[in-house]
């Protein structure tokens, strides 16, 4: 059973930059494929970016792409969001999500349901 504690969240001004990180305990990090989602008030909970288990393969929501990088550390057993540039759109609960999964050949999963674990989030706040 994994635990997922995020951090780094916090009210930034529009074209600022914010590192979310994500501590995981529990289970081996290294076999977990990571993901990091966010849910904006009234709207459904959304991929924001997703990391195979050696870190080496990413994939990003478009939303995200050229602004945002997420890395692991696996030694550590933490994934990070950096977010650069970011938007009043941005704003939004950040989560981070764990998972077991071995699907084919797939390195990384950008649906809710593929993941087994959440952490309970960080409020990122872009003012404009």
């Known amino acids: 059973q994994a635990q997922l504690v995020e951090s780094g969240g916090g009210l930034v001004q529009a074209g600022g930059s914010l590192r979310l990180s994500c501590a995981a305990s529990?289970?081996?990090?290294?076999?977990?494929?990571m993901g990091w989602f966010r849910q904006a008030p009234g709207k459904e909970r959304e991929f924001v970016a997703a990391i195979s288990r050696s870190g080496a393969i990413t994939y990003y929501a478009d939303s995200a792409k050229g602004r945002f990088t997420i890395s692991r550390d696996n030694s550590k057993s933490t994934v990070y969001l950096q977010m650069n540039r970011l938007k009043p759109e941005d704003t939004a609960v950040y989560s981070c999500a764990a998972t077991y999964r071995h699907q084919g050949g797939r390195s990384y999963y950008i649906l809710n349901e593929e993941y087994d674990y959440w952490g309970q989030g960080t409020q990122v706040t872009v003012a404009s």
């Open positions: 529990g289970g081996t990090f290294s076999s977990f494929a």
